[in-house]
């Protein structure tokens, strides 16, 4: 019997895994020290908890356990990244390349840099979601000082060349950064071999707490100047003010630790679960998969389920959790919005409103992908008939 609701949408966000909360739990009590009081006993042991996490935090990505400051997730983590290096590096030039599928925080900091003088090229991708590497290399101008690209991407699991865009980086001096969020704890990262020197990720999509990210800021070879976004005390090399979240950053770095000996074999279980999944859905007729078929993260299935309505699919399976990758509501005006990535791989409106995203996960089973698929099928033909015979 399958437990409801069956969560699949940990693109999303994820439960923190009980290994992390176990690891987390002295620092909300006992261990409660404020990490920049170096007076007393209290400040010293967060300040070493702290610096645990770090190390083991770099050692997923090999970087220098200096090289990575603690934010309070990636969106903020690409704010600094993105902001921060166009500002502190506008003596050089004031040109930025990254793509139409990144998320909206990336997108919405180039458009407030535009704002402010600079000048934004905003690459398209192919049906698959993958940049054109050529394409990105011939878009390089000599005020280019920074390209952001994503690692995967968080809607259709598409994965980047991400080493040959940073080697490309490299050889022409241009900063390179990637929002890594939804690739750490889930491919190998490293960001000596691959040429990064900015990658931005989060704590919550790898089983650790909500609130708490991580960017890595190169030092050496050479050493990024980031101009700070948050005025305060100067924490975290002066980049990021204000009091750590100790507890939180604690089980970051548990989550870390775990995901990282864990890769393998859980890569190799939700691909069979995935694949499953794609196999049950691929023969409901209609179905057509987003994304690149090989070259995807090992958790995703974004699918078009043409001729039905992903909003009321939704509506009649919601003891089963997962997302539209259609469209999100603003909630300003209420109004639809559909998805850029969507519109950036060819889909049109009506493909757009068919679109659901499943996110696979550790504690995902067996039996829930079998009973997910038996609901969509099941609601899908239902709702195929009502459409033919007219009923809204």
């Known amino acids: 019997m399958v437990k409801s609701p069956v969560y699949l949408d940990y693109h999303a966000t994820t439960p923190v895994d009980t290994r992390v ?48 400051i603690f934010t309070s997730g990636a969106t903020e983590s690409n704010n600094c990244a993105i902001k921060g290096a166009a500002e502190a590096n506008r003596s050089k030039g004031n040109h930025i390349i990254t793509t139409q599928i990144e998320h909206s925080c990336v997108l919405e900091s180039c458009r407030r840099l535009e704002r402010n003088g600079f000048s934004v090229t905003y690459l398209p991708v192919d049906k698959f979601g993958n940049v054109n590497v050529e394409e990105l290399a011939n878009a390089v101008t000599e005020k280019t000082i920074l390209v952001s690209v994503m690692t995967a ?34 491919l190998p990262i490293d960001v000596a071999a691959m040429n990064i020197h900015l990658l931005s990720f989060a704590s919550h999509k790898m089983y650790g707490p909500k609130g708490v990210g991580a960017l890595y800021i190169r030092s050496k070879n050479p050493r990024i100047a980031v101009e700070a976004q948050m005025d305060g005390a100067g924490h975290e090399r002066g980049l990021r003010s204000g009091t750590l979240n100790v507890a939180g950053i604690a089980g970051f770095g548990k989550a870390v630790q775990i995901a990282m ?15 499953r999944l794609q196999e049950h859905l691929l023969k409901t007729g ?19 389920i043409h001729g039905v309505s992903a909003d009321r699919l939704m509506t009649e399976m919601n003891e089963v959790a997962v997302s539209a990758g259609s469209a999100c509501t603003s909630e300003e005006t209420g109004d639809i919005q559909y998805s850029h990535v969507l519109h950036a791989i060819g889909l049109d409106g ?19 992908i079998e009973y997910a698929a038996e609901r969509v099928q099941a609601i899908s033909a239902k709702l195929r008939v009502q459409t033919e015979v007219g009923i809204q």
């Open 261 to 275: 000996e864990e890769m393998d074999e859980e890569n190799g279980r939700l691909l069979r679960l995935r694949n």
């Open 286 to 304: 209609g179905v057509k998969v987003n994304g690149n078929i090989t070259k995807r993260l090992p958790n995703n299935l974004n699918v078009t």
């Open 153 to 186: 991407n968080n809607e259709i699991g598409t994965i980047q060349p991400v080493s040959e865009i940073g080697k490309i980086c490299a050889d022409r001096g241009i900063l390179f950064h990637t929002d890594a969020t939804q690739a750490v704890g889930r």
């Open 350 to 368: 009506n493909a757009g409103k068919s679109t659901i995203r499943f996110g696979l996960g550790r504690f995902t089973t067996e039996e829930e």
């Open 21 to 68: 909360l176990e690891a987390m739990m002295p620092f909300f009590s006992e261990h409660f020290g404020n990490a920049a009081s170096l007076q007393h006993r209290f400040g010293w042991i967060a300040k070493e908890s702290v610096e645990i996490a770090r190390k083991k935090i770099a050692e997923a990505i090999n970087s220098a356990p200096g090289e990575l």
